[in-house]
């Protein structure tokens, strides 16, 4: 079945967007990119705004998904690579979510209520894989310095595409770029992890 205007104005959105920066992407430029009027497109989405929310509830979505990952002390390893994986997918995907938040703002009280959610959610997921990997071995680290760490490998996920924007002036992310914040979140903590663990995490945690 062939694709609705409605998510075929979500696809290209969301392409221009993560390509060419939030500001610099008209409705006009949507619509043309998806073969509509702006009218038609007014339709389906008033507002940039509009199509912002939409792209928040898809990525919520999304991680939803991430958040159901297990973790054990025998499998933790692999479960982290698995969560590596997957949010710094979501970032890749959902660039300009990451980085553009100055542009586009606040966006309702809903939404952000759900963000707040996943922050805590992914911090707590965070704490309990680094509980995991201390009581496997695999991470040598007083457990007073869990959360804090947490913390800092969330920041540098989460604000990586702001970073290199603002620092380095890269707009859209390429696969350099996204292991690049891989491997900085991998060096907070990979001077406290075993021989083998750091090299299991090195192999199977880059795109």
Known sequence: MAPNTKDRIL???LRLFN??????VTTARIAEEVGISEGNLWYHFRTKKDLVRAHQHNLIRRIDTRLAIKSTPETV????VLFNRMVFQEV???QF???????FGRTSPELEGKVHRVYELTTAMLQKMFRHMIEAGHLSMP?????PLADNVWVVVR???SFLRETRRVVKLDKSALNGGIRHH???FETHLTDEARAYLEVHAYG
């Open 19 to 24: 390509e060419n920066g939030y500001d610099t």
């Open 92 to 94: 890749w995907d959902y």
């Open 186 to 188: 991998f060096a907070l």
């Open 11 to 13: 696809v290209a959105s």
């Open 97 to 103: 979510l990451y980085r553009d938040q100055a542009e």
């Open 159 to 161: 604000y990586w595409p």
């Open 77 to 80: 390893l692999d479960a982290y």
């Open 143 to 147: 457990v007073d310095q869990i959360a």
